[in-house]
Structures are given as C-alpha cells and as structure tokens.
C-alpha cells in the first residue's frame, strides 16, 4: 500500500506563516497534489509538483524533493479564512490518487 | 473550468433502503470517475474507480454489492448504496478526470448522506 504522513493539527497566528510537511512512500511517483478542504466540502485545487524544486503561487508555495520523498506546503500571511484540512495526495504508479490524513490547520486572531 | 456536480448534496433514508447518488461532469468529458468516502476528521478513501462503458473496479475491503456503480455515459456516474445502514453515513465525493489531462481530477461538491 501506499504511506503518506503529514502532520494532524497545525495552529498559527494571522499573519503569520505555516509550513505543512508530507512525507510519502509510494509504488511509484507521478506527482504530488496539495488540495484545501473546508468542513463540509469537497477539497480545492492548490498546487502539483512533479519536478523537484519549489512552486509558487501567490501566498502558498509548494515545495517537492523526489529523492528525499517529502513535500512542504507554505501558506504565508494567513488569512481566518485559511482555516481548513490541508490534503497531500500523491500519484503512484496506477494513477489512482492516495491520500494523506491531512493537517487541520487553526488560525488565531 | 472544469466543473462536476453531485445530486443531492444531502439526504437522509431509513435503514435497509437504498440511495442513489448522481456525479456528473458539467463541461467536458471524463473517461474515469472515481468515488470517494470520507468520515469526520479522516482523510478521502477511495472506494472504486468507474470508467466509461465498463464495470467498475472497486478497492480491497468495498463490497461491490452494496455499493453499485455505473458510469453509462462519458459524463454521467451513479453510486447506489443498497440496503443502506447507520454506518454507511458518511461525505461521499465524486471525481473525474478528462483523458487528455492524465493527472488532475476535479471534485464534485459531496453528499453528505446519514441513515437513521
């Protein structure tokens, strides 16, 4: 099967910067999504990194290491509105998206 | 954008009935439709893999009896839950995926169903 870990819970200040890790190990790698998914909803779209090196995209960047099987998403500036589970889900050899727990992220006025 | 739809987002049955949920792609085609379930606070499982034309293929431990899918046409799938009880609540969502664009998978809103 597939191992995808990221951290639970997550709480951070407005305004402040959060970094979200995701560690995988995947039969196989054909990228990695990072999706946002607000309690009751389905998840949104935030980033895919299939090279190494880091991606960005306004206030959240991504970041991917094929080698060391890790990934970062970086949410900067926080928003309230930002309070949501944050998904890592990777890619493997069937093209079947794997899930990670996802991280709970809590920001504080 | 790519947009797909769920009907209904909620609905509430009695248990032993059976439930049929609608995943439909809005503005383009989608060879592969995938179902997911998730409870509170856990992550998206998914639960089988529907293609256009075909059956579908379902994940270890999905009772495919119980949880019956078809994808009739390149935009249209349905997941009937039969005889659906009290654990079989659950978010269930929907995604698709265009054949041109291998990798992405665009998510329908959910359906929250709960059986009393």
């Known amino acids: 099967g597939q191992n995808i870990d990221q951290p639970t819970e997550m709480t951070a200040t407005e305004g402040a910067i959060v970094q979200i890790n995701c560690t995988y190990q995947t039969s196989g790698f054909n990228g990695l999504f990072w999706y946002q998914q607000h309690a009751g909803e389905a998840p949104t779209f935030l980033s895919y990194?299939?090279?190494?090196g880091l991606e960005e995209k306004g206030r959240f960047s991504s970041f991917l290491s094929r080698s060391k099987g890790y990934s970062y998403l970086l949410l900067k500036e926080l928003q309230m509105k930002d309070s949501a589970s944050y998904l890592c889900a990777v890619i493997p050899n069937d093209y079947k998206l794997s899930f990670g727990a996802g991280t709970t992220v809590t920001v504080r006025a | 954008g790519a947009v797909v739809s769920q009907h209904p987002s909620w609905v509430i049955c009695k248990s032993g009935t059976s439930v049929k949920i609608e995943c439909r792609s809005l503005d383009f085609q989608a060879t592969t439709m995938f179902w997911y379930r998730q409870f509170p606070k856990q992550s998206l499982m998914l639960m089988a893999t529907?293609?256009?034309?075909?059956?579908?293929?379902?994940e270890q431990g999905v009772e495919k009896d119980k949880f019956l899918i078809n994808h009739a046409s390149l935009t249209l799938s349905t997941l009937t839950v039969t005889s659906a009880h009290p654990e079989d609540s659950s978010f269930y969502i929907c995604s698709a995926r265009e054949d041109r664009d291998y990798y992405e998978q665009y998510f329908g809103p959910g359906t929250r169903l709960t059986v009393t």
């Open positions: 990194n299939v090279l190494d």
């Open positions: 529907s293609n256009e034309g075909s059956k579908a293929t379902y």
